[in-house]
Each structure stands twice: as C-alpha cells, then as structure tokens.
C-alpha cells in the first residue's frame, strides 16, 4: 500500500501555480519524496525528488515541511498539457520498484 | 538521446497463447523496472533486474510470467498461455544505477487478449 495521501483530484487556471500538496507522515529517515505524473496513455514521466531540502528544478519545485511529513509540488505556471495524473511516492536509498498510489488527477482550466 | 523504448506499442494475442514485450533501456541504464497498470488501476511494480540478474520479482506472478534481461539485447517480459486478465499496459522503466537514481519510463506496451 501506497504510504502517502493526496487529494484524488485539484483544477487549476491556465497560467497560475498549481500546487499538489501529499501527506506521508509515517515516512522514514532515509526515504526520498518523488514525484512523477502520468499523462493520459502514456509512461509515467518523472519531474523531481528530494530528501529534505526544498528543490526546484526546469520542470516544478519541491516543497518539503521541516518535519518531512508532507510536501508539496509547485508547477509555477501551469499549462493545458500540465493536466495529467502526479503521484507522490516514497522510496528508501535502495534500487526497489516503486509504489504508486491513485495520485492526484490535475487538471488546467483554460 | 533516446529514451526507454518499449515495443510493440501494441500487442493483440488469443488466449492460450505466448506474449513477449521488449524493453531497451536508456544508454548506459543497467536497471531495469518493469510494472503493470491493469484498466482503470494503479501502476503495480512486478520485477526489478539488473543485467543478467533478477533482484527482485516479488510483484511478478508466480506461475506463467518470467523475465530477463541479457548481457546484450533488450530486457524481455514473457507471458505464457495468456488469460483475458492478462489485458493492461506494460511499462518498464530504467535507471543509471540503483539508489536514489530516477526511474525513467517507456511508453508502454498495451497488450490486449482476445
């Protein structure tokens, strides 16, 4: 089972920030947060991880609570093609599958 | 700089017979993940192998399911006397190395059972 929580479904405006917020407050000291996203018949695309400092990469930032117990994806000005599926996943230091949950279903308003 | 490729992008079988769906890594990937996300469900991890070695299978289905990934060649998936409930995507992913290295996706294989 998925050990994180998100919200199974957000709108956001063309041109605004979307913002994702995940839950996982039973995460450990060595699990990373990922995230990926999943546009409709496609593989899951990944955009951004991070341990326990905020990240910010060409894609989206990555907000992490100083407790790590959530965190929350930045897409700062969101577009049509913005609108997809994201999960929030947690995965240790070793090379294991990962575990999806039902992610968040993001979709852009024009 | 290619990404995952996985082919056939579709795949039609009749029941009872063998489906084989291919897997070419990135450049210079030598892990492999391979998932299936059934219709209308999540992605589900089946196999992690890294070149010529299976790490980890505690997704894959016992019996009818195998997979490998040979010293040259792409990673194989094989799927033996196909049932209707074999009918999802098959996705594989790559990484450079294991650890905290990013999964980078294919497109998937979308095999569907008559």
């Known amino acids: 089972d998925a050990k994180t929580t998100q919200p199974p479904s957000m709108d956001c405006a063309e041109g605004r920030a979307a913002n994702l917020p995940c839950n996982h407050s039973?995460?450990?000291?060595?699990?990373?947060v990922y995230w990926y996203r999943q546009i409709h018949s496609q593989g899951p695309q990944y955009i951004i991880h991070g341990l326990k400092n905020n990240e910010t990469n060409e894609m989206a930032s990555l907000i992490i609570t100083e407790d790590r117990k959530s965190s929350t994806l930045i897409l700062p000005h969101a577009t049509l093609r913005d609108t997809a599926v994201y999960y929030c996943?947690?995965?240790?230091?070793?090379?294991?599958?990962?575990?999806f949950g039902k992610g968040t279903h993001l979709i852009i308003q024009p | 700089n290619a990404g995952v490729m996985q082919n056939p992008r579709h795949l039609v079988r009749r029941r009872g017979q063998e489906a084989r769906l291919r897997c070419s890594p990135v450049?210079?990937?030598?892990?492999v993940y391979w998932y299936r996300q059934l219709p209308e469900e999540g992605l589900k991890f089946m196999v992690y192998l890294q070149k010529e070695n299976i790490i980890d299978e505690s997704g894959m289905p016992k019996e009818r399911f195998s997979a490998e990934f040979p010293k040259e060649g792409p990673s194989i998936l094989r799927i033996q006397q196909v049932v209707r409930g074999d009918s999802a995507a098959y996705f594989c992913a790559s990484s450079q190395t294991g650890g905290v290295q990013p999964q980078h996706f294919g497109d998937g294989t979308r095999l569907s059972i008559l």
């Open positions: 039973t995460i450990s000291g060595n699990e990373y």
């Open positions: 996943i947690l995965r240790g230091g070793g090379a294991d599958g990962l575990t």
């Open positions: 450049k210079g990937h030598s892990h």
